[in-house]
């Protein structure tokens, strides 16, 4: 089982994109999804998790602008992130615990210009 990030890219300060990630493979079971990221020269930080059942959790720099989903029939989980800020520019991972398993994407990488 992978997961597979998409959806990164260049955007202007104040502009939106929606990440995605899907598990392919042998998918029996998934539990809690989110997303962390990693801005040069900083440690990986948690921006939002989301349970199977659809509850959030965000990181207090993201909340109101970024909102997580997911999809349980696609195995796949969503990050919109809206009101973008140059301080968000950074590797974006996604994460999931798949058949009992805690598995990482590959990253995508989101770059904010001011």
């Known amino acids: 089982v992978q997961l597979q990030a998409s959806g990164g890219g260049p955007v202007q300060a104040g502009g939106s994109l929606r990440l995605s990630c899907a598990a392919s493979g042998s998918v ?3 539990n809690d999804m989110g997303w962390y990221r ?3 020269g900083h440690q990986r930080e948690f921006v939002a998790t989301i349970t199977s059942g659809g509850r959030p959790n965000y990181a207090d720099s993201v909340k109101g602008r970024f909102t997580i989903s997911r999809d349980n029939a696609k195995n796949t989980v969503y ?3 809206n009101s973008l800020k140059p ?5 974006y991972y996604c994460n999931g615990l798949i058949n009992r398993n805690l598995l990482w994407g590959q990253g995508t990488q989101v770059t904010v210009s001011s």
């Open 38 to 40: 990693q801005a040069q």
């Open 28 to 30: 029996f079971s998934t």
């Open 79 to 81: 990050l919109q992130m």
């Open 87 to 91: 301080d968000d520019t950074a590797v």
